[in-house]
C-alpha cells in the first residue's frame, strides 16, 4: 500500500522560462525528495509549444542535478498504464504557462489532474508558473478567456485562489483584490515575478525571492467590503539586479 505523504506544491514567479540565473530552479530541485531528482515538464497550457519544449530540454539538460523529461498530451505516445507508472515515478512535476482553462480541461480528458493528485500524495513535489501556478489551486485570477477575470474549478490541491504576475502585468492586482473581495475567488495567494512560495498540507512553508523587492502576498478579504493583502517575509536566493518598476 503506498505511503502518503504531505503534499508539496510550489508557485513560481519565473525560472528557466523566464531567468537566466537559475536561482527558482534550483531552489525547486533543492525541496525535491531525491538528491537527482527526475523532473517532468509538461507544457500542456502552451499546447505543448515546440520552443517551451525546447528550452526546458536546452536548460535542464545541461544541468547535472536532475534527470529531465517531458509530458506530450497533444501527441500522447503513453497509454493509461505508462502515464500512470511514468507520473508517479516523477519527483518534480514542473507545469508550464500559457491557458490555465484549457490546462484543466486537457488534463481532466486525459485523467492527468487525478494522477497528480496521486503523485502528490506519494511525495512528488508539484510546481509551475503561471497557469503552471494557478491549476492547482481551488480557483485562479487568469486571462484565460482573454480579459482578466476569474477561474472557479481548479484542481484544489491547494485551499483558496491563485494570482501570478500580481506586480507586472497592468491591472493584475486590483482585479485579484475585487474578486476577492467579491467573494468570486476565496482568499489566497499572489505571487510577483522573481518570487516563489512552498506549501506543504495546504500551509506556506516558505517564500522566497531571486529579487529584491518581489514578493509573495496573502490577499483575503478586509470585512468592509474590499480586501487586504499582506507582504509576507521572503528569503533572498542571490544576487540579482531589481525588476524594474
Known sequence: ???EHPQRLALLGGGF???DDGLLDDWVLSRARAPRPAVCFVPTASGDAPAYVDRFRTVFAARPD????VLHLFRRELDDDALRSFLLAQDVVYVGGGNTANLLAVWRAHGVDRLLREACDRGTLLCGISAGANCWAEGSHTDSFGPLTHLSDGLGLLPGSVCPHYDSEPGRRPSYRAAVAAGKLPAGWAVED???????GGALSESV?????AGVYRVEPDGAGGAREDALSC?????SPALPR
Do not use: I, K, N, Q
Open 17 to 19: 522560462s523566464t531567468d
Open 1 to 3: 500500500m503506498a505511503v
Open 209 to 213: 525571492t531571486r529579487v529584491r523587492g
Open 66 to 69: 536532475c534527470e529531465p523529461s
Open 235 to 239: 528569503r533572498f536566493l542571490g544576487a
Open 194 to 200: 522573481g518570487a516563489g512560495a512552498l506549501f506543504t
